[in-house]
């Protein structure tokens, strides 16, 4: 998946944002090259359009459903080890949270756990 994907002209984000650099390590640890299109600043107003009008592909960190809008546009996960980011929650040792973010801690991991489940569904149709 990796090697189909660096065939295709990609569409990256200007300058090196977290994604293209695990993306870019990912490449050069399999030995792959990729050809850069263009730059844009913007992924929903600029590299979107353009991935749709069929000018290239684009790598997202994760896609929700930004490209809901655009009909020409298929979400494929890429199903590479070096590819995952990991994040985390972060808290002050020794204090008690806010109640707000007391509350959102449930919904983040529910959140989490719906994004996981829904990305093998769409690995197994991609």
Known sequence: MLKDLCELPLLLVTGESVTQKIFKAATEAQGLAFKKLYDGNMQTTLLLPL?????????????????????????VPIDH????????????????????????????RKEAQRWKTDRTNLSQVA
């Open 81 to 108: 080890p070096s590819l995952v980011r990991e994040i985390s929650i972060v808290t002050a040792r020794g204090r008690e949270l806010p109640p707000a973010a007391h509350h959102l801690f449930p919904l983040i």
């Open 51 to 75: 991935v749709d009008a069929g000018l290239g592909a684009t790598v997202l960190a994760s896609a929700g459903d930004l490209w809901a809008p655009y009909p020409n546009i298929r979400m």
